[in-house]
């Protein structure tokens, strides 16, 4: 049975019938506090009860069983314990149920067989044409159509909240209600075992009350529909913020022992938000302070930020802080000072940060007029307020009467700031009429400057990014993984490499040698790592040297075959790691770098879910900070770059055309001015790459 | 006259007589303001107060001089404007002050012609045997001498804030009030230009009623002194927490703008706190959050942090913050494992976070117990507890009666906690009952996790470190630095060089090839960069080979002169750049980092202050992200990294006793597994140091 997924959610954020099965009269239960929430919609649905005992709960009367309601279940909410799940849904499934809220725990994320029962209470879901939220949630709520099937209430508003933790949603909406938010709706997602973050996403997206998306996720699952989602959702106008938990190694561990998740590398998650728009958050705070900040449907411009304060080190600290988050503080234009010169005094400082010095005690309005040219100028794209503008309304300052007119000038920055350029205030007196002013207006007021500088960080810039390419179709898998064949396929999909010849003999040696142009480069094959057991001999400046080398790594190493190798100049050049990874979540994953010892070392890489063309091959190499080395440097010619590009771009197709690759790896690809070359090529496939991480264990332990 | 700063600091801080100078009648004045507080502290001193007109301030008489006042002054403030300035500071002096606090503005931060005549006005401050704070400042208290010589009061407590910006200081108290903490004294660093940030360190040092010293500070002007009265105050028990603005370059064109200051780079002010053992943050609320967990008086062990959460998503999100913040979440061992499994429940995680998964709901005392077992493991060094603890007693739990179990395991996790692993709490509920208990024990409590990792990221690691070594006495200036003079000049400091011969002309090439072995490096000399115009030449196999580059080289460039040298052997090394720079404020400063273009790309660099001994030289060399090579590293020996530290000593001393010098660099210093070798050196004095720095602002306007 296909199901209609949109017209299954339909049914889970609005029903007509919901039913709480195992709602329950002991208020320390959760079939209490589910029951309790349910009926506060009971004026637009039809709530009904079922507790297997009969009796009472919450003054209505239960049915012992769904199949003694008389009519059909579209929403049935389940909160028995484990023993009674099956039971309890394959209930509501006979009785029609078109969308489930599993709460109950114990399932899948309780072990292999937990897993197995969870598994094939799914398929019956679907083949019923059925939808389930869960199991082991705390439910679900819509505040707009009065759905409350959740143990806890939500302050309503415009954010659709969607995470993995239930504390760390009662966290979130408890800051968002400090900030003037509330929610639209809120999900729990479980094990996402059938419904996952990718429908709710479409849903939320959807949906008219929802302005902004809240998720925190320790397991993305189905890694490309979250991109395509996100995408889909940032495009059609409403923003995604994602707290991705579990990056690190021990987080890895916690969400593991959390929610049974399985979690992806920092460096994907954050590649898969930036290819989806969406905007990643690392705490609750920033979530919450972001939100707020997207309220202001500010137009995001760029990185160039004006910083206005009146004297003090607000200004200082704010350049400081901006600076280390990556955004810029340039010093402004003279058209741009002399906008400023013309509303203010002479003691002010134009430069940037913008210094009122005085101005703004003398007259509040001065905070108003720079802001309104700060607005004007083109070479600012976002605006910082900092320091101490909301002290003289606030009751605190020993200056008297400037409290109106600072209230004044919040009213009119609040009008100059109106969707238009990204603006964050940070103020010593957030609580003050002249803050409460901008923060009613929209205009984000924070008491501290970093939360106001990552929100800026957060809004400033625009998230929308050329959306990832799909993955193609698989290609036949490879037939062998050897040195020369991985070259070879590499070669044919477009990969330039270094002439080369494979020989297993003296014979075929002095063959490879007339056929090939000294200096040679010797590679004995067969060896995991060639060059640390000293199997590769370069700069080999004629045939007798090479001969030489034969013979001496032969008796060493006694390898299964060797590779005769014309060798690169590479003199001028820069060489790059280029590889890919297949993960679990996300499928091919693309990483660049700075190639050799610098990798590993550095840590100069850039991450994305491939395929990639070659133009965002490009954009990833520029990321890189060894870009600056692309460029003519010195008196030393630019690298070719594109040709690079293209490299990267083919090794990536290549890649996502071959899923029983789980790494692959070109190491160096030599950059040089003229063009791109690969000098090594390494592929491993699952087998091997399970092995080679037993392998690695094993030697750890 | 020889003044006795501790006895004239100590009149600054509790005089007998204090006198306004400036006092008005105005309450939109200075001077009415800062007399009024001065007032509140009549009982204890006697109080002044000075206006030129003559009449009543506040109720009470003023003179119309200080020549009417009965008996001499200890403590002058004076707030009079620009023009009078010199006239009230030379009539104090008359009357014997011996302090003075310069609230005045206009003089050293507004040009040439102030600085001129604050310098000579300080000069007869110091002739006359006092000491004055400011001018341009905001004025000073001391909460428990009732001296109170500021506009603005502070709540008392324990921390001394030392502040550049008033703005700022009253923000941080404000801070530090929400967070329970006050001030013992404040004082407004204003233009530093007598008593400065070094004697008002040393004077909280000694204050009995001082437990932290808060320090805000846009320029440090004697660096030295700042490390070594922070190193004393550290070591004799009073921590330094030190927020120093203006360290990157927009700030740093605030902090002209603003206090008129010059600022250092981000990365010697860095060192110049870890030299002293002064604890650096960012922010006011870092610096805040930090003086609160410091209040604890912990013992700090090392970076090796056990999370404790009960379920939900707080423990996961902990563990990816305090991992990007550089500390460690390592899995517990099997003991602290099997001692916290006799006090927890089957479903719990021990690994590491520590998921208490439900216990904690069935009974608060879990927390207290698990929290127990880790403060006694050895393999837990801080413990941050996370999530919702703390929401049982808030009376927004649903779940009836566990809100005083709730508050028995806080008090019984107070004394558990109390002077033992630097511990930290991030609450959803931090304003509950049981949360309070804990603020109350000196447990620091923060709202939002990332404030959490970074207090215990502050305290969890010692400060304290070697001290810096005093800078020599000056050497004989170097005559010349040419390339063979500067390399001489290294050498004879103990960096060994490869052997190299200067040559000028063909035959003194010849007999140079004859002294050295081959292969050669030939550089051409006297160009600004060698490598870069193509003059040098490696790798040149014989004679014949020198001989012919020299003849290119010859018709290519023109050199004045050549160097002849033997080729180090770099396979299997790893190249570092050493560099020393003069800063204006600290002195030398020393740079180790990966050499060649990777230096300038990729910034994996350390500095320190110079001079360093080879043990600190290697401890720097051990923090670069570049170790990693330095060790045995797939099958390739291990380098010496004792040779390259005594070589990077060598020149640290060589730069600290040599003021004249710029800027010097060996770029390369070849580390290989037998010892350490410099490839190249330069050196530049300060006039060319200005002059190649005027050329490149030519360059970029």
Same mark, same amino acid.
């Given at each position: 049975m296909t199901r209609d997924l949109s017209s299954l959610l339909d049914a889970l954020f609005d029903p007509g019938h919901i039913v709480v099965v195992g709602a329950s009269a002991d208020p320390a239960k959760w079939g209490n506090a589910v029951a309790l929430q349910a009926l506060r919609g009971a004026d637009r649905h039809a709530i009904s009860l079922v507790n297997r005992r009969g009796g009472e709960v919450l003054g209505q009367q239960v049915v012992t069983s769904v199949g003694e309601l008389d009519r059909p279940v579209d929403l049935a909410v389940i909160t028995v314990p484990e023993f009674g799940f099956e039971e309890a849904v394959d209930g509501v499934l006979a009785r029609g149920a078109r969308a489930i809220v599993a709460i109950t725990a114990g399932l899948g994320e309780s072990g292999e067989e937990g897993r197995a029962r969870q598994d094939a209470l799914i398929q019956r879901v679907r083949d019923a044409g059925a939808v389930l939220v869960g199991p082991n949630c705390l439910g679900l709520v819509d505040n707009h159509t009065a759905t409350y099937i959740s143990s806890n209430t939500f302050r309503p508003g415009g954010v659709a909240l969607l995470s993995q933790s239930g504390n760390l949603a009662i966290e979130v909406a408890r800051l968002l209600g400090e900030r003037g938010l509330g929610i639209s709706r809120f999900v /729990?997602?479980?094990?996402?075992?059938? $419904?996952g973050l990718v429908e709710l996403i479409e849903a939320c997206a959807a949906d008219e009350h929802t302005e902004a998306i809240a998720v925190y996720v320790? #397991? $993305?699952? #189905?890694g490309r529909g979250f991109v395509r989602a996100t995408a889909a959702a940032v495009e059609a106008g409403t923003p995604v913020v994602v707290l991705a938990a579990g990056v690190s190694s021990a987080g890895a561990r916690g969400a593991q022992s959390h929610t049974g998740s399985l979690t992806s590398d920092a460096a994907v998650v954050a590649a898969a938000c930036r290819a989806g728009g969406a905007i990643q958050v690392r705490t609750p705070r920033e979530l919450a302070d972001v939100l707020m900040a997207l309220r202001q449907r500010a137009q995001p411009r760029g990185s160039r930020v004006a910083v206005l304060t009146d004297g003090g080190g607000h200004g200082v600290i704010a350049c400081d802080v901006l600076e280390a988050a990556g955004l810029e503080v340039p010093a402004l234009e003279p058209a741009t000072q002399a906008a400023l010169s013309e509303v203010l005094w002479s003691q002010s400082s134009l430069t940037n940060p913008v210094d009122l010095a005085g101005a703004g005690e003398m007259d509040p309005q001065s905070y108003a007029k720079a802001f309104a040219a700060l607005q004007r100028a083109d070479d600012v794209d976002a605006i910082l307020m900092t320091g101490y503008f909301g002290g003289y309304s606030s009751g605190e300052d020993g200056l008297t009467g400037l409290g109106p007119a600072e209230c004044a000038a919040a009213k009119q920055i609040s009008v100059d700031a109106a969707g238009r350029k990204p603006v964050a205030v940070q103020s010593m007196f957030p609580e003050s009429p002249a803050s409460r002013i901008l923060a009613e207006a929209g205009v984000p007021v924070f008491a501290a400057i970093e939360d106001a500088v990552a929100a800026l960080a957060a809004t400033a810039v #625009?998230?929308? /990014?050329?959306s990832v390419l799909a993955v193609p179709a698989p290609a036949a898998p490879i037939a062998a993984v050897d040195y020369t064949s991985s070259r070879a396929a590499f070669a044919a999909a477009g990969v330039p490499f270094v002439a080369a010849r494979e020989v297993h003999s003296a014979a075929e040696l002095h063959e490879a040698a007339r056929e090939l142009r000294p200096p040679y480069v010797l590679k004995a094959l067969g060896l995991l790592h060639k060059s640390d057991a000293g199997g590769v001999v370069v700069g080999l400046p004629d045939r007798e040297a090479l001969y030489l080398s034969y013979a001496q790594l032969s008796e060493r190493l006694a390898p299964a075959a060797f590779s005769v190798e014309e060798m690169a100049d590479v003199r001028g050049g820069v060489e790059l790691i280029v590889g890919a990874r297949w993960d679990v979540r996300f499928g091919p994953t693309l990483l660049v770098g700075l190639g050799g010892t610098s990798t590993e070392v550095l840590g100069d890489v850039q991450v994305a879910l491939g395929p990639v063309d070659a133009s965002e091959a490009e954009r990833m190499l520029r990321r890189l900070k060894a870009a600056a080395l692309f460029d003519e440097h010195r008196g030393r010619p630019a690298l070719s770059v594109s040709s690079a590009a293209r490299a990267v771009a083919a090794v990536s197709w290549f890649a996502a055309a071959h899923p029983e690759v789980a790494e692959l790896e070109i190491n160096p690809l030599l950059v040089a001015p003229s063009g791109a070359l690969a000098l090594d090529a390494r592929i491993v496939t699952g087998f091997e790459a399970r092995f080679a991480r037993t392998s690695a264990t094993d030697q750890e332990n």
């Open positions: /729990s997602l479980g094990n996402q075992a059938d $419904v320790e #397991d $993305v699952r #189905d #625009d998230p929308r /990014s050329a």
